[in-house]
């Protein structure tokens, strides 16, 4: 008889306590699903949902955005869904300042619940304006790729380029494979995402380490162009399709109107983004293959023309439409152009005297490597001084009154020569400046530039032997004390 009744004592304790905590769970808050809430450099924290354990909310900083956890959130993943919003330029930048906004962080895993204070976050997009320079503003470049440009690798890059005395950067906009690096809306631009997100962004970047920012377009070498518009290549007269320089569909025709009306807008849009120049590559008719094959649109539109002809019209036209916009216009030209052969002159178009009419800066490739044959060198590639200092003066020679400044490339990479060193680059500053040069571009495809680095010291302790050292204007440097990523 006991045991029955403790055992209904206990039955009716048990279904007092089911009772109780039913009633208390439904006066607790639930959690609820998050969609993450930005709040700018001016907006009063809002409460956010939280578990139970977690309902004390974090002081929110100016410009800072606070985001609730999920269930299988990571730091990286916040740090992409945030990015575009925040003055950050790449989502390892973010995260990084994400753990130093929340050292009680640790590893990479976020739990449901957890709450993440995102710093950086903008008011508004960012809108990045050209920093004036004179046209003999003596540039002191090394070129990246757009992806590198838009990289963590690459912000070092820069960041080690200023620290050794640079002063600029040369960037892709669009190679010659024809692929956009930055958002453009155009009818022939495809629907490639950009590798550079945000170029005001990447501006103002580049601006506040105190770089001269140069977009490089490729114009009229364009593969993605003329695979997706066969009819806006050069076309074959044997086979009446798309022509092709030895094989490869790669040529937009120059005189092709659509064409220039696409570069000369892509060019314009990077003007109206912060950049301060804009370089023209590839400003040529292709110069290899089957020539007597080749048909353009100007032989029938302009029956009177050259090549040097529509090369000429194009840069007036782009000279007149982008100097408006305050930035400067600058060729890259082959460096065998100084020699003023009729046959390179016939198959580029490239016109010296004609092109420096209608730019600020002419920019001859002039890495010694690549005089093949010329001047009884079996080995140009170790001759710099020469190939250089001759170039140089038939530049200077070539464009004499016309006011076009001459900034030439210089060989960065190790390519057919066994001297490439540190000095090979100290040779090459020096000659070029020696023969009249105003600053100078290196080039490295990959990206590499361990020689210069270690070059760039001792020129720099020269004081003024190697260059001058022009730096951004006074005022310019100090509307830029800090970098939109967080560090100088």
Known sequence: MRRNWFLFCLLLAVLSSVVAIRRLSSILPRVEAQTPKVLNASSTAAPIAAKPAEMTAKIIPQGSALYVAKRGDSIALVARHYLPQTSFLTGAELAAAMRQSNPEMRGEFLKAGQQVIVPGILEAPVVERSVPVAKDFEVRAIYLTGIMAASDRGLKIVRRWKEVGGNSVVFDVKDSDGLLNIAFEHPLAGG???????????????????????????????????????????????????????????????????????????????????????????????????????KFYFQTAHPDWKRSDVITDFLKQAYTELHPTGVLLSLDVFGVMAWQRPVDLAHTGQDIVGMAKYCDVLSPMIYPSHFFGMDGYDHPGDAPEHFIGESMDRFELITKGSGVVIRPWLQAFGWRTKTYSPKYIETQVLTAKNKGGIGFLFWNANNDYGKPYSAMPEMRGAKGQYFRGDELPAQAQANLTTSPSGTQ
Request: glycine letters at 4%; a positive charge.
């Open 192 to 294: 490639r995402k950009p590798v550079i997100r945000d170029l005001a962004k990447l501006t103002r970047f580049l601006h506040s380490q105190g770089m001269h920012a140069i977009a490089r377009v490729a114009i009229f070498r364009d593969e993605r162009l003329v695979l997706a518009h066969p009819e806006l290549a050069v076309q074959s007269r044997r086979t009446g399709q798309a022509w092709k320089e030895n094989g490869k569909l790669v040529w937009t025709d120059p005189s092709q109107p659509k064409v220039q009306e696409y570069d000369i807008a892509l060019a314009k849009k990077a003007a109206t983004s912060g950049v301060d120049e804009i370089q023209f590559d590839y400003v040529r008719f292709p110069a290899e293959g089957d020539q007597k094959d080749a």
